[in-house]
Structures are given as structure tokens and as C-alpha cells.
């Protein structure tokens, strides 16, 4: 088989330039299109950027198609019936005779040319991101065959600024103020409750007599007597707890709500308020840190308390950054982006929502009614998010680019090895299996992309909320005994990052 590959020049299709050209117009926002790339002409549709494309021009010769022609005849034995043979015994000659030479050569050109396409994509190494455009170029009643795809393929960019990155993230460090409310809540498992004479606030409690009812019928579960509620803390409706603040001993209060499930009815509330009380927590001392906690004295147990909240402040600032970076660098692609890229992020997206929505019995439509989101609203943020993405495997694959960041094969192995820990297979049956599809290009880009993430992670400059500068050494978790970071590692996330 041979295989000539042309760049096709832009002027040859209609539709805007390429992403690469820093002067492209942008591209108007458009509804989601299923298959908008398989309408099998090179004209772009209102709203639409086609990419970069290529020709492939692939020939096969007589030899190795009259293989598949052979194939083809073996599968049609296998599911007619001829006279004088056992099924799957017929020879090509005589299913010749019966059916015509055409039959073998029309089927194995249906089940072959795909294949001869897919080898002619991973032979030269083109990415492709759209369903081929094929057209039959010689297909006589014998001899060779030859055929033209023409394919929509990832466009190659530049950015800059990725080196200049400051990202804002939240401190890693406990302040003094979230220690001490850390520790205000367990001194509240110990608090004692006392009656007050004043106005009640968020956090008192409050005895009531509380009656819930829908044109005058009581609501089951909406009725007690001398009930302890906490004020604020939304265990009803977001009104009752408005209506308690400020209230005192012996008010009495009538409202309507709205009911929390069906927003289509309305409760009428009657309660009265019998005391109102305050939380007194005990007084905080060494000998209390002793007696109730596992620790001897107040500053042990600041020093524990400020370690345990800096285990989840580290991981949320790392988070912050991670994402924060990743913003900034699909931010740097300028101009439009392919739709065909788009509208496989999107289907991408769709197939892992529809799974997961499945495994809970649900539809699509079924979560959309559940969630209240209108579909037009869904469709537009995902679109969003679809494009973002689109930018970001952009950006990636630019800086990996730029900085000569490559998947090495003991980095493949490793992926290969992790992945096998999962899938049930060797690393070694995985590789082969990758080998015959576009599995190997795919592992290899991840990993090239996830390394340009770490690079810009590491490379971007921090700075606090207040726009101080934060050192690098923060963001490492420290080791629950407080006596360093844990293996010296912080929480740069080292998987693979499959965008988009």
C-alpha cells in the first residue's frame, strides 16, 4: 500500500483561516450540531471554522486487495447456502459463478478501505480530529484500488505569556481566627445551654411550638411542641430562621413560605417562641485540653489543630492553582477553534454524563427536570466548557512543544503499568492492543500534555489574596506528626491529564 499525504491550502474550502493566523475573525456562537463535521462537503456552515486539512492518497495494489476479496468471499460461504457444500465450504469460483466476481470486490472494498484508511492515518502520523471525506479514485472490476480522504486535522499553535503566569491562590496557612473556630467547635460538644433575656441571634437556641400547615391542613412532620431549634442553621425553610432572629420569649409569629420540594406551594407557619437560650462553652484551659481532648495543654492542642487544617487549605490551594493554570493557558489560544474539535469534546462529555446517568437509571432529560437546568442553558455551558478544553489540549501541546517536553519510554511504560493495574490486562498486552488503533499516539499525547501541565504549575509565580508573594515550600502537605512535608513531596498531581 502506498500513501502520499498533501496540506491542503485553506483557499481550496470555503471557510474562515486557520487558528494558527493571529488575525482570524472569531467565530459567532452556534448550537450544538451533532455529526457537524460529516456532512461530507468542504463548506463550512454559518458559525463554523474548519480547521487545517490534509489529503491522504492511498494506493492499494492488485495483490493485496485481492486478499481482502478473497476474505470477503470466505464470509459470504460462511452465510449462504450453496448446493454440494457445507456451510463455509464453497470455494470463490463457484461463489463466483452464483453471485457475480462484483459481490467480492464491492464487500471488500465496504470492509477494507476503513482499515487502509486507519493504517494510512498511523503510518504518517496525522492527528486527526473529523470523520474522513473518502472518495473512490480507481475502482475498476479488478486489479488495484485507490482511494482520497480528506481529513480536518489538529492544528499545530503558538502562545506566549505561559512563562509570565501569576496565579492568586488562598493561603495555605491556617490564620489564627480559623484555629480558633476549629477549636470553638469542639469546645461546643461540651457547651452547656442557658436561658437568656434578650433578642435571639444566630446560634441560639430556641424552644418553640411550631405548626406547619397547607390551607389549613397540617403537614405531617411540621408539628411539635416545645421543639429546641437551632437559630440559622436552615434545618426547615430559609424563612424560619429569618423570622427567629431578633425574636424573644413569648412572640408569636405567623408567615407564609414557599415549600422547600414543590415550589408550587406555599406553608403557612404559626409558632411561639417559649425561651430562647445561649450555647456558654467551657472556659479554655490546660486543664480542660487535658481532661476532654487527647492533648495536654492549649498551645499542643493549637499546634495539632493548625496542622489538621492545613492538610485541606494545602490541598484546596493546590487545586486553586492547578485550575487557575490551566485557565490561563487555554486563555493564550487566540482566535476560533475547530468545531470539529468541539463537537467531539462535546459528544465526549455527553457519553461520560449519559454513562454515569445510567448506572442511576436516569436519562438525560430526566436529570435535566431534576436539576431544574433548561436544556438550551445545559447545552450552551457545555459547549463552553467543551471549547475551553479544546484550548487548554491546544495550549498543552504548544508548550510541550516550546519547551521540548517529551513522553519518553519509561514515562509510556509507567502509564502502560498503571493503566494494567486497573484493566486486568499486562502492560505488555495493552501496548499491543494500542498498537493496532491510534491507543500508543493517544497515551503518548497525554502524557506530553500532563507534563506541560506540571511545567506551567510549577512555573507560575504565587501570591496570596492580598497579593503577597506565597514560597512554593507552602503548598507542600506537611506529615501528620508535624515533623516535615510528607516524603518531601508536594501535591502537584503526577497523572496523566487527558484533556480535553
Known amino acids: 500500500m502506498k500513501t502520499t499525504l498533501t496540506t491542503l491550502d485553506p483557499a481550496d474550502f470555503i471557510g474562515p483561516a486557520p487558528v494558527s493566523e493571529p488575525d482570524s475573525p472569531p467565530a459567532d456562537e452556534s448550537p450544538v450540531a451533532a455529526d457537524a463535521d460529516d456532512s461530507g462537503t468542504d463548506e463550512a456552515a454559518p458559525g463554523q471554522f474548519i480547521g487545517p486539512r490534509v489529503k491522504l492518497t492511498v494506493e492499494v495494489d492488485a495483490e493485496t486487495f485481492d486478499a481482502d476479496v478473497d476474505a470477503a468471499f470466505r464470509k459470504l460461504a460462511r452465510e449462504v447456502h450453496i448446493p454440494g457444500f457445507r456451510p463455509g465450504r464453497a470455494p470463490r469460483r463457484v461463489l463466483e459463478s452464483h453471485f457475480g466476481p462484483e459481490i467480492g470486490r464491492a464487500q471488500a472494498l465496504e470492509e477494507a478501505v476503513p482499515r487502509y484508511y486507519a493504517e494510512a492515518v498511523r503510518d504518517n502520523q496525522v492527528d486527526v480530529v473529523s470523520q474522513p471525506e473518502l472518495e473512490l479514485t480507481l475502482d475498476g472490476s479488478e486489479g488495484p484500488v485507490a482511494f482520497e480522504a480528506t481529513v480536518e486535522i489538529r492544528p499545530v499553535v503558538a502562545i506566549s505569556g505561559y512563562r509570565d503566569m501569576q496565579v492568586e491562590i488562598p493561603s495555605p496557612e491556617p490564620s489564627d481566627e480559623q484555629v480558633d473556630a476549629r477549636i470553638d467547635e469542639t469546645r461546643r460538644q461540651f457547651a452547656d445551654i442557658a436561658e437568656v433575656d434578650r433578642p435571639a441571634v444566630d446560634g441560639d437556641r430556641v424552644t418553640i411550638d411550631i405548626e406547619g400547615s397547607v390551607e389549613g391542613k397540617p403537614l405531617p412532620g411540621l408539628s411539635a411542641q416545645d421543639y429546641l431549634y437551632e437559630v440559622g442553621s436552615g434545618g426547615i425553610v430559609p424563612e424560619v430562621d429569618g423570622q427567629l432572629v431578633g425574636c424573644e420569649a413569648g412572640d408569636e409569629l405567623s408567615f407564609s413560605a414557599t415549600h422547600p420540594v414543590q415550589t408550587d406551594m406555599e406553608i403557612d407557619f404559626e409558632i411561639t417562641v417559649n425561651a430562647v437560650s445561649e450555647l456558654v462553652l467551657p472556659d479554655l484551659t490546660d486543664d480542660w485540653v487535658d481532661e476532654n481532648t487527647e492533648h495536654d495543654d492549649i498551645a499542643e492542642l493549637r499546634d495539632a489543630t493548625a496542622r489538621q487544617l492545613s492538610f485541606g487549605l494545602i490541598m484546596q490551594a493546590n487545586m486553586v492553582l492547578r485550575e487557575e493554570v490551566q485557565r490561563q493557558l487555554a486563555s493564550l489560544v487566540e482566535g476560533p477553534v475547530p468545531d470539529a474539535m468541539v463537537s467531539g469534546a462535546i459528544a465526549d462529555r455527553m457519553n461520560e454524563l449519559g454513562s454515569g446517568l445510567q448506572q ?15 436544556p438550551a442553558s445545559f447545552i450552551g455551558e457545555l459547549r463552553d466548557d467543551a471549547e475551553r478544553g479544546v484550548r487548554l489540549d491546544l495550549a498543552l501541546r504548544a508548550l510541550a512543544a516550546a519547551e521540548e517536553l517529551q513522553a519518553e519510554e519509561a514515562d509510556v ?10 484493566d486486568g490486562r499486562s502492560a505488555e498486552q495493552l501496548r499491543e492492543v494500542m498498537s493496532d488503533n491510534d491507543g500508543l499516539a493517544h497515551l503518548t499525547a497525554a502524557i506530553c500534555k500532563s507534563k506541560a501541565l506540571q511545567w506551567a504549575v510549577k512555573a507560575a509565580t504565587l501570591v496570596g ?7 512554593r515550600s507552602a503548598l507542600e502537605l ?23
Do not use: F, H, V
Open 360 to 374: 442511576r437509571n436516569m436519562t438525560i432529560e430526566s436529570w435535566l427536570e431534576a436539576t431544574g437546568q433548561e
Open 478 to 500: 506537611p506529615s501528620p506528626d508535624g515533623a516535615g512535608s510528607i516524603d518531601g513531596k508536594n501535591t502537584d498531581s503526577d497523572e496523566t491529564e487527558a484533556t480535553p
Open 413 to 422: 511504560e509507567d502509564e502502560l503499568e498503571r493503566l494494567a493495574s486497573t
Open 465 to 471: 489574596p492580598d497579593g503577597d508573594a506565597i514560597d
